[in-house]
């Protein structure tokens, strides 16, 4: 190897490890990330509709999970009972309290 090209050498040799930050930080960058986060949470949000529909006097359900609480809207919201229910289990798969969960009459 000539002079030269080892000198070059080793002037890159100080930079090694930022320049292999650099290209790591580079990569996780091109990486997709919302579109995935976004498709789990509807996933999330449409399996515990499932199971809630499933539930005695739910009726059809859609839910909405978001950072700060819990939407439902069923069919059977009138009924007290059903209400409970679903505030429990929303509750016991979430983590959020009752106040965070909010239960609505779906339209007929």
């Known amino acids: 190897m000539s002079d030269s090209l080892k000198a070059k050498a080793e002037k890159l040799e100080k930079f090694k490890y930022p320049l292999v930050v650099l ?3 580079v990569a996780l ?10 498709k789990e949470a509807t996933d999330r949000d449409e ?20 950072e700060n609480g819990v ?6 919201a009138e009924n007290a ?3 409970l229910d679903i505030i429990r289990a929303v509750s016991s798969y979430t983590g959020f309290t009752s106040d965070k969960i909010t239960i609505l009459k ?3």
């Open 23 to 25: 290209v790591i930080g």
């Open 71 to 76: 939407v439902v809207a069923c069919t059977g």
């Open 47 to 66: 399996q515990v509709a499932v199971i809630l529909s499933q539930t005695e006097g739910v009726g059809e359900a859609r839910v909405l999970i978001s």
């Open 106 to 108: 779906m339209a007929d």
């Open 81 to 83: 009972r059903v209400r």
């Open 29 to 38: 960058m091109l990486l997709p990330t919302g579109s995935s986060q976004a």
